[in-house]
């Protein structure tokens, strides 16, 4: 395995066809505004970091993005073409954070469900397993699994999708700092593959070693976009981190 | 604009899907435990039907009259299936729930939509899931049936397939109700409540309405439990299984409707009045049809054989004006031994009650109360019996045709048994709860890695 430790933005180049458009995406609940006229663009290949503070709106965003919740205005385009509601899971599979599903089944058994949804041979099945080392875990339950072998299992359903485009909530939440490194390499193959990600990341560490360009949200707003050096120029704070230029800018 | 992936994943199996359906309920508690527990609540019903219907047989030995009572319907499969009913009402939700109720509180269902399956694909799959889970409840019931064949009990192929798709049809309406509860609650405890406020409701309804006069009745005729009324007198009735039928589409419809998080509130709103009102349509049509089979042994749900096919032959329209009060019993007779029995067999039938508002309290002393008024082919006549022996000489005689000579071997002769069903109560209360038991062990074992899958060199 590839360990790849720093970001691939150079390959990103402005050229890159527009994969997935946001555009003006509101949303509110009662009285508060979690998303406030969102737009952004995710190109080709790209890894995209949603960035931002816990209630910052990067669950609802990537809920609404993938259909999951209706919004009040706003719309995804693919490709320069509206993609509707209903037709969102043709092109996006979104992973949600925190999830522990069908937990009184077994570990090889949710995977095969997934791999025969998505006509799977059992190689790719068997690749996928290797890379996340899921094989000591295939004849447990899923309820049994420990939080970061769970997350694995997760990763290893969104990789088992066809997508072009994959959304994932706090991918290496429950990891430790070994196995964040590990999984960032395999996310980064994925995206060599040709997928491109869209990760929502609380940790800005993380989302600075992972990403080629990040959306910074806050209160439900969109406070920047771009590469770190973008951001780096926009804040002007040349030469800092992540951290420091999410403080400037939000 | 898709990806050829996706585009070509549109091809799809559903069979990964209902194994993974079957896989939630069978790797479930709520399914085994139910169907542990149905043994001995089959055995319960069966064991003392069986010994009361063995000592009507031994009063019934030199009595042909009494004999000719003894049905194995009324006498064991209704009593022996009233305990498979017991569960499906109180537990079977449970199971049904669980299906949908698990993907919502763990966020499953957030991945389930997500996949290229439409939302009415994905409940197509829960319910035919939740139906092979009730065809396998149905295994001590029918354990039962078999123990009394090997007793020496009779039984009707006919009669007995009606009863068990009867209870098959309650069940999967059970299950379709415990499946929407689910869609629009937010965890399983909710969805159990109101599932269960639906039947058991709907059994109180039947306690405490039916037979009560006007919206009363018809409310208790909305009872689920009044479904399962017609099939155990041996009835199959068109306009019954239409009903049904549209009842467990409509909530199965409605559970799609709900169940996608990402449809707005007013989307599901709309949709499920146009479901409503679709459901309101054939329901009104089902009431219409008067198609039915009596498919009792006994025949009880028809008139003697010769007069059957008499009676089938008069093309006039008949008109019966009845000046009793619905909720009089001998309303209630007269419907079961004669109203009911002519709507079926003869095709122009019209039944007036004089008075819609009549009450027992209210017109009891009126001259004219009891009496049943028959019209046909120009000619009237009045009588107060509720039996069919007076009754259809009355209408031969309208009619101005004799009475039809009886069919010589034609009358139902009965089915004593005088058996000792103590032999049962070991496979009813242990034999077969212990293959239960193994049977759960056995599914819940740990599945076999293939090879090609067993080796990675991961760490955690």
């Known amino acids: 395995m590839t360990v790849l430790t720093t970001p691939r933005a150079e390959n990103i180049s402005g050229h890159t066809p527009i994969l997935m458009r946001v555009d003006g995406l509101s949303k509110r609940y009662g009285d508060q505004q979690a998303l406030a006229d969102v737009s952004f663009d995710v190109r080709r290949n790209e890894i ?28 995804v385009l693919w490709r320069h073409n509206a993609l509707p509601f209903g037709r969102r899971r043709d092109s996006i599979f979104f992973l949600p954070d925190g999830l522990r599903p069908w937990q009184e089944q077994h570990v090889l058994h949710v995977l095969e469900f997934f791999a025969a949804v998505y006509h799977r041979p059992s190689l790719v099945l068997g690749n996928t397993i290797k890379l996340l080392g899921l094989s000591p875990v295939l004849r447990q339950r899923v309820a049994a699994l420990s939080k970061g072998f769970c997350r694995r299992v997760m990763l290893a359903l969104a990789l088992l999708t066809p997508h072009p485009l994959l959304l994932m909530d706090e991918p290496f939440d429950g990891f430790d700092l070994r196995q964040t490194r590990e ?48 951001l780096r120029k926009r804040s002007g704070q040349i030469g800092a981190g992540l951290e420091d230029v999410f403080l400037a800018l939000t | 604009m898709r990806s050829p992936e996706t585009a070509a994943s549109r091809r799809l199996q559903v069979w990964p899907l209902l194994a993974k359906e079957l896989r939630e309920i069978f790797n479930g508690r709520a399914f085994w435990t139910m169907l542990i527990l149905l043994c001995p609540l089959v055995g319960y019903s069966f064991f003392p039907a069986t010994t009361l ?89 029918l354990a039962a049936l078999a123990l009394w064949e090997m007793l020496g009990g009779h039984l009707a192929a006919p009669e007995t397939i009606n009863l068990i798709g009867g209870h098959l049809l ?108 679709a459901f309101a349509a054939v329901l009104a049509i089902a009431t219409q049809l008067r198609a039915s089979a009596d498919l009792a042994e006994d025949a009880r749900n028809s008139f003697p054989l010769a007069d059957q096919r008499e009676l089938a032959t008069f093309n006039e329209p008949l008109v019966i004006t009845v000046h009793l009060a619905p909720e009089d019993p001998r309303y209630a007779d007269l419907r079961r031994n004669v109203l009911a029995k002519l709507e079926r067999v003869m095709p122009r039938v019209t039944i007036r009650l004089a008075s819609s508002g009549q009450t027992i309290v209210g017109s009891s002393t009126e001259e004219s109360y009891g009496e049943v008024e ?78 090609s899958l067993a080796q990675d060199g991961g760490s955690t």
Not at chain 2, 91 to 111: N, S, Y
Not at chain 2, 248 to 257: E, K, P, T
Not at chain 2, 387 to 404: D, K, T
Request: net charge positive; glycine share 10%.
């Open chain 1, 48 to 75: 995209v970091g949603l960035i931002g503070p816990n209630g910052a709106g990067k669950t609802t965003l990537l809920e609404a993005i993938a259909g999951l919740i209706p919004v009040d205005s706003g719309a």
């Open chain 1, 183 to 230: 999984m960032m390499d395999v996310l980064r193959e994925a995206a060599a593959g040709g997928r491109t990600l869209v990760l929502a990341i609380h940790q800005l560490i993380d989302a600075e070693r992972m990403c080629d360009r990040f959306v910074l949200l806050a209160g439900g707003r969109v406070r920047g976009t771009g590469t770190l050096d973008e």
């Open chain 2, 53 to 141: 219907y063995g000592d009507a047989s031994a009063a019934a030995r030199d009595s042909p009259a009494m004999a000719s009572g003894l049905s194995p319907l009324d006498g064991v499969l209704v009593p022996t299936f009233g305990a498979f009913y017991v569960a499906v009402t109180l537990l079977f939700p449970f199971v049904a729930i669980r299906v949908l109720g698990r993907e919502k509180e763990t966020g499953a269902l957030r991945l389930l939509v997500q996949l290229p399956y439409r939302t009415v694909t994905l409940i197509g799959a829960k319910m035919a899931a939740v139906a092979i889970a009730l065809l396998i409840a149905l295994i001590p019931a």
């Open chain 2, 170 to 277: 309650y069940g999967l309406l059970v299950g379709a109700i415990a499946l929407f509860s689910a869609t629009i609650s937010d965890s399983a405890a909710t969805a159990a409540i109101i599932a269960l406020a639906f039947t058991v409701s709907s059994w109180v309804l039947d306690f405490a309405l039916a037979g009560q006069p006007g919206t009363l009745g018809m409310i208790a005729r909305l009872s689920l439990t009044q479904t399962l009324r017609t099939f155990e007198q041996g009835l199959l009735s068109v306009g019954l299984l239409v009903g049904i039928a549209a009842a467990i589409l409509s909530f199965s419809a409605l559970a799609a409707i709900w169940l996608h998080p990402g449809m707005p509130v007013r989307s599901k709103l709309k949709r499920s009045f146009a479901c409503a009102v």
């Open chain 2, 374 to 451: 028959y019209s046909y082919g120009g000619r009237s006549a009045k009588s107060r019996s509720t039996s069919h022996r007076e009754v259809l000489p009355i209408l031969y005689q309208l009619a101005g045709w004799p009475i039809p000579a009886p069919v010589v071997g034609a009358e139902y002769t009965g089915y004593p048994l005088v058996a000792d069903a103590r032999v049962t109560l070991p496979w009813l209360f242990a034999v077969l709860p212990l293959s239960i038991l193994l049977s759960w062990w056995w599914v819940s074992r740990s599945p076999r890695i293939p090879m």
